[in-house]
């Protein structure tokens, strides 16, 4: 079983940056897609960031773009979020996902195949 552990949430005020981080315990499958989601309360969870294995796909989320950027290291199996610029509205639980090929936005979320537990990032005016 692929474990996902999240890390670098916290607590920020508006303008400021976090990084996180997103490490499979094994490789889950040959080139798979790595996602970050995000979901603020009684919200639903929204795809943020994604990027496929070669890092040559990358999208984002249309509130996010210009100011979060994603990166992947393959060699330690790990996903980033560098997240500058931040706003209260960022304020949410964010989970990093992997699918075992990269997914478009069209994909439902019960496709991914795994997910983390999540990590709060709470930004204040």
């Known amino acids: 079983q692929v474990q996902l552990v999240e890390s670098g949430g916290g607590s920020v005020q508006a303008g400021g940056s976090l990084r996180l981080t997103c490490t499979a315990s094994?490789?889950?499958?040959?080139?798979?897609?790595m996602y970050w989601f995000r979901q603020a309360p009684g919200k639903e969870r929204e795809r943020v960031a994604a990027?496929?294995?070669?890092?040559?796909?990358?999208d984002y989320g249309d509130s996010v773009k210009g100011r979060f950027t994603i990166s992947r290291d393959n060699d330690k199996n790990t996903v980033y979020l560098e997240m500058n610029s931040l706003r209260p509205e960022d304020t949410a639980v964010y989970y990093c996902?992997?699918?075992?090929?990269?997914?478009?936005?069209?994909?439902?979320?019960?496709?991914?195949?795994?997910w983390g537990q999540g990590t709060q990032v709470t930004v204040s005016s």
């Open positions: 990027i496929n294995y070669a890092s040559s796909d990358i």
């Open positions: 094994t490789r889950p499958f040959s080139y798979y897609g």
């Open positions: 996902a992997v699918s075992r090929h990269y997914y478009d936005r069209t994909y439902p979320l019960s496709d991914y195949n795994y």
